[in-house]
């Protein structure tokens, strides 16, 4: 939980702690009271105003980070000091080698276990290592490859019921709303085997609803955070639950209630019906609940062969379905709408990350859809890869989580701290009891590790060495040296499914939309998950952006050649005429094929989807394109000594030193000459690390003469659906043409 676990306290927090019997703990003296800090903002409440607003939260946590350093005290109600730290060997004890000594709080129940039952979010100890031994297997590499095709299968229908709105010019959309009814249904699917209907207009789902709103309205009854607690010291949680529904203390505190009640009976609806699958081995039930192979059925399976001492309880695993989904919803979806926020703020990485995307697009011959592109070649595009850690690390969407000392403990420091006593503390002293804030982002954008320009945004920084001073600082973050997904023990279990999700919906996202600022402001708010409002005065989660089609929406007749330009086209299509009604209204004509065929130039997939593949591993082979018609592209692949290369046995012009090697790699033995793939839209000769072509053959197999071709899809007669793309020499040596005919047919691979 992120930092409102405790600096939720508002002004029933005198009043609770009096009543608690807890008042004098707050007024010892702490031996972290010799550190620096700022001063309190209020005697009764400390810096808790500051901490807690969602608007300036994080510029005044950003301001103390920066004045007082990476260990240093907040002051909290009624005197309390609470421990502020981004110092990597101190995350590296609280998180890691004293975790157990670091839970989230010291009462029998907290705030999260408290709403949502004993799940990995409310568990601690050896019940949450029983609960993440079980659920390792679930998230776990070979299983998340499984999820590939229905996580393509909902970025599919985001994308044509996003296109259903900018059918033909930019709109502004609501992107964080469609970010998190896409992130449901993937959760719903993978996890539970069940579909959300997030797409289908008006389709309500009491689970869906619930755990959509659950943060929302929790941010706004945080004294729960503290009450609970303390209340539990004294009184079982079914009390604790009367009274809260007794006592008028808010309708919000109600709502949060209605929400948790709801949670709890739908998760146990949906348990009971998989377990029940299980036990009778019903093919057809089993089936209906996601095949067996979602997340939840697997847990269930791994608990019913765990051994006795390894298995968890019933509540337990009702525990973990409102857990998981509320853990992987706004944290990914908020994500999601951070990125493509930062690429409308940066409109020359946006198209890169799209050309990049392009290039490695191939058709999809059996589904005819928009292609998709394999899981390996996805998870290794450089500048994606980098687009997706740099806003990870510049925004995580959790930037804070709190811990409490379960005893008096040593923290050791990497850098000494000068104390308000003028002495260097090369360690702290924390006392049982002490609040510990662990400050995720500040360590994601801490200067001495990252350099002077860590608070930019700049992707590039991962397409190099990353400074020495950060591997040597051993962050105990568990992805790429960053605090983003937490270490130890607790930290995300769903990394590698974020990652995967975050990854596919832009690959679907971003070749299919543009995506641009309104004049509207655009404000992150702190909070649990932080999320964006339009404006300073609005306090709805929504993210305005301007989106515009590059493409219209794929034809939804697999037969039909209409080009994607043209899907609202109500013109008939006479069968053999193949006369389409293009851009503006003018008339092109796919042409029939005629003479021999190359089987492996031969596709059933879309024609127009085969065009724009066909259009950007051209491009990512350095060769200039230029659009003749809807179905025919004229091409011209420059001379060697244009691009600078002058000898043909020549070493690579550009191979950056971080990417793995083209599938289109040439053989053993051969000298071929690499060029990096030239950005759309870039001026000749201008190279991008995006991807690598062999398009220059050594001197007995290509004189590297400029090459004129057109590459044009034509159609089988007799063969409805079936197309053949024709390469045509226009200029250019033969056995240049040869080499280079070879090298596209091999890349376009239509055959996949």
Request: with cysteine; aromatic share 8%.
């Amino acid at each position: 939980m992120s930092i409102p676990f405790y600096l939720g306290i508002s002004a029933l927090v005198s009043v609770g702690a009096l009543a608690l019997g807890f008042l004098p703990q707050f007024f010892r003296k702490s031996p972290i009271a010799n550190l620096p800090g700022p001063p309190a903002g209020s005697v009764l409440f400390g810096n808790v105003p500051q901490v807690m607003d969602p608007r300036t939260a994080g510029e005044f946590t950003a301001s103390l980070c920066e004045t007082y350093g990476p260990v240093h005290q907040i002051h909290g109600a009624l005197g309390e000091r609470l421990l502020h730290v981004f110092d990597p060997r101190a995350l590296h004890s609280i998180l890691v080698a004293d975790m157990e000594h670091f839970p989230k709080e010291l009462a029998p129940i907290n705030a999260l276990r408290f709403l949502l039952g004993p799940g990995m979010l409310g568990s601690e100890g050896l019940q949450h290592r029983r609960q993440r031994k079980l659920l390792n297997s679930a998230f776990s590499q070979a299983h998340l490859r499984n999820m590939i095709p229905m996580m393509y299968e909902v970025g599919d229908k985001l994308r044509g019921a996003m296109a259903e709105h900018v059918k033909t010019k930019a709109e502004e959309l609501d992107v964080n709303a469609w970010m998190a009814k896409t992130s449901l249904d993937i959760l719903g699917h993978a996890f539970l085997g069940y579909s959300f209907d997030s797409f289908v207009e008006d389709s309500r789902d009491s689970l869906g609803e619930s755990i959509k709103s659950f943060f929302a309205v929790f941010g706004k009854v945080s004294l729960v955070a503290f009450l609970v607690p303390s209340l539990s010291h004294f009184l079982p949680e079914s009390l604790i639950r009367m009274l809260f529904r007794v006592f008028p203390f808010s309708a919000n505190l109600h709502r949060l209630l209605d929400i948790s009640d709801t949670m709890r009976r739908r998760a146990t609806e949906i348990v009971q019906v998989k377990k029940a699958a299980l036990n009778k081995g019903d093919e057809e039930l089993l089936r209906r609940v996601g095949e067996g192979k979602d997340i939840m059925s697997l847990l269930l399976k791994s608990n019913m062969i765990a051994a006795e001492n390894d298995k968890i309880s019933d509540d337990e695993v009702i525990a973990q379905v409102s857990t998981i989904m509320l853990a992987g919803l706004d944290t990914t979806s908020n994500a999601l709408s951070h990125i493509l926020h930062v690429l409308a703020q940066n409109t020359t990485a946006q198209e890169q990350v799209r050309a990049e995307l392009l290039a490695a697009q191939r058709p999809s011959v059996v589904e005819r859809s928009i292609s998709r592109i394999p899981h390996d070649e996805l998870m290794r595009l450089p500048y994606v890869d980098a687009v997706f850690r740099e806003t990870l690390r510049l925004y995580p969407p959790v930037g804070f989580m709190s811990r409490r000392a379960a005893k008096d403990i040593v923290l050791p420091l990497t850098w000494p701290v000068r104390g308000k006593d003028g002495s260097m503390m090369h360690e702290v002293i924390i006392p049982k009891g002490t609040l510990v804030v662990p400050n995720l982002q500040a360590c994601n954008r801490n200067k001495a590790l990252w350099g002077d320009d860590a608070h930019e945004w700049r992707p590039e920084r991962w397409m190099g060495e990353l400074p020495r001073e950060l591997y040597e600082a051993h962050i105990p973050g568990i992805y790429s040296n960053l605090m983003t997904f937490s270490g130890g023990g607790r930290s995300c279990i769903g990394v590698k499914f974020a990652e995967l999700e975050t990854k596919i919906v832009l690959s679907i996202l971003l070749t299919a939309f543009k995506f641009e600022l309104t004049d509207k402001p655009v404000v992150w708010n702190f909070s649990v998950v932080d999320y964006p409002t339009m404006g300073e005065s609005s306090t709805k989660p929504e993210l305005l952006l301007k989106v515009s089609p590059l493409l219209a929406a794929p034809a939804t007749d697999k037969d039909s050649p209409v080009p994607l330009n043209d899907s609202s086209s109500d013109t008939p299509v006479t069968p053999h005429s193949f006369i389409d009604k293009g851009i503006g209204g003018s008339k092109t004509t796919m042409r029939v094929h005629h003479g021999a065929v190359d089987q492996t130039m031969v596709t059933t997939g879309s024609s127009s989807t085969v065009m724009r593949h066909v259009k950007a591993v051209l491009e990512g082979m350095g060769v200039e394109v230029i659009i003749e018609g809807d179905y025919k592209y004229r091409c011209t692949r420059p001379k060697r000594t244009h691009v600078g290369l002058d000898d043909p046995g020549a070493s690579d012009a550009f191979t950056p030193p971080h990417q793995a090697p083209s599938s289109t790699e040439p053989e053993a033995g051969s000298d071929a000459v690499r060029v990096a793939a030239a950005v759309p839209g870039s001026t000749p000769g201008s190279i991008s690390p995006i991807g690598v072509a062999a398009i220059y053959g050594v001197a007995q197999q290509d004189v590297g003469d400029e090459v004129r071709f057109a590459v044009e899809v034509t159609r089988l007669a007799q063969l409805d659906g079936t197309y053949s793309l024709d390469v045509r020499r226009l200029k250019g040596n033969l056995r240049s043409y040869t080499f280079l005919y070879d090298t596209f047919r091999q890349r376009v691979d239509l055959q996949r």
